[in-house]
């Protein structure tokens, strides 16, 4: 059977409801009364919550993309791939360091109200990263351009913090954003650079693992030595599920070819379940399942997750053809950037209005359904904005 891999709805689905958990678990996190499975586990806890899952099964997803947008590209004759693996990394990295330094924002010191701020730069971004390629004129491309520009560069001069020893923009993570950023740029280099041999992909992905196993343990001596010059990948573990995503990828393409695409469903489940057990295993010599410290059995646990969840998709959407399913969150599957940046727009806004939701929708089952209401909002603003052609790509 004949695939076009310049459009793999099973990816586009599954982005589409991780997407739409992603903004859900992050807007019920405050929420009391809701089942504690929902929310993040505690920072000392050894335990897995839904929204423990989400950030993993997006850099999967992240992996994924990358085969075969790049075989799109190729196939265009596109010369300047090098060139956007690193502008999307840096805008990613850009403004994700933003993003990290709103936790901090003091409204005490700074001349504007914290939510006036993040709506100000968060319009920036949509002016400067906004898709102009549907529009023609070069000096409304450059106008509308600079005015993000200037309110970026605006806010990060009017910024201040209340972190200690730090008055200005300062590094204290990446932010989601950033850590998406800095695995799409080792990962994708390391795919084109290799030209996506299949064997190169995995060694990379066992790499990544056998790194974050050897940070938290120690067992693998022979990895200290690549310590030094791997620093942007942290433990490994951001790097562990996107380098898993493209195995899969790069695996999806070959047995296409050998039109034998029913064994990868197989083969997913295989991995998923080698990857349960070793998360287990290693889960007694560590400090348990944490997202907050990247514990080794969360990676392996989390891969396995997603390799599930993708083999459902793929039987639902690939083998069933039952895309339609999906199609009320399609936006959050195909404008993701901008359904992800769409409720920093909201949350200030919803701040400066003071108004409250009724006690019903702010706790238990009724805040349950509002987050719902809120995610599927949020997506339906981010389809509504690509019908006027307001899209965000870097």
């Known amino acids: 059977m004949n695939l076009d891999f310049s459009r793999i709805r099973s990816i586009d689905a599954f982005r589409a409801v991780t997407m739409f958990l992603m903004i859900f678990v992050n807007d019920i996190e405050d929420i009391p009364g809701v089942p504690p499975w929902i929310k993040h586990v505690s920072d000392n806890a050894d335990g897995l919550g839904l929204a423990d899952t989400i ?6 997803i ?14 265009k004759g596109d010369s300047k791939i090098m060139y956007r693996i690193i502008r999307r990394s840096l805008a990613l990295i850009f403004i994700g360091f933003f993003h990290a330094n709103m936790e901090t924002y003091d409204e005490v010191t700074a001349l504007l109200p914290k939510p006036v701020w993040e709506s100000l730069v968060t319009f920036g971004f949509f002016f400067l990263f906004l898709d102009y390629d549907a529009i023609t004129s070069k000096l409304k491309h450059y106008v509308l351009q600079g005015i993000g520009i200037t309110l970026v560069a605006g ?11 730090h008055q200005w923009l300062h590094f204290t993570w990446w932010g989601i954003l950033g850590l998406i950023g800095w695995a799409y740029l080792t990962c994708s280099l390391i795919y084109y650079l290799s030209k996506g041999y299949l064997w190169i992909q995995a060694a990379f992905w066992v790499f990544f693992m056998l790194l974050n196993i050897d940070i938290h343990f120690g067992w693998f001596k022979f990895l200290e030595f690549f310590y030094p010059y791997i620093w942007l990948s942290g433990n490994g573990s951001i790097q562990a599920f996107t380098m898993a995503g493209i195995f899969v990828a790069v695996l999806y393409m070959r047995l296409v070819h050998a039109q034998e695409r029913r064994m990868l469903v197989v083969g997913l489940v295989l991995m998923a379940l080698i990857l349960f057990n070793l998360g287990f295993i290693v889960r007694y010599f560590s400090g348990g399942i944490s997202k907050v410290r990247d514990t ?90 690509d019908k006027v052609k307001v899209r965000l790509k870097i």
């Open 62 to 75: 992240v992996g994924l993309s990358i085969p075969f947008a790049f075989h799109k590209r190729i196939q």
């Open 296 to 385: 080794p059995s969360w990676v392996l646990i989390c891969t396995g997750i997603s390799l599930i969840a993708y083999a459902i998709f793929i039987y639902i959407v690939d083998f069933k053809h039952k895309y339609n399913w999906f199609k009320f969150i399609e936006p959050a599957g195909t404008n993701t950037f901008t359904c992800y940046l769409v409720p920093f727009l909201f949350y200030p806004l919803y701040e400066m209005s003071n108004l409250g939701y009724p006690e019903y929708l702010s706790q238990g089952t009724g805040g349950l359904i509002k987050c719902v209401v809120f995610s599927l909002a949020m997506i339906w603003i981010a389809g509504v904005l």
């Open 155 to 165: 806010m990060a001069l009017i910024y201040k913090t209340n972190n200690p020893g």
């Open 55 to 60: 950030f993993p099964a997006f850099l999967f």
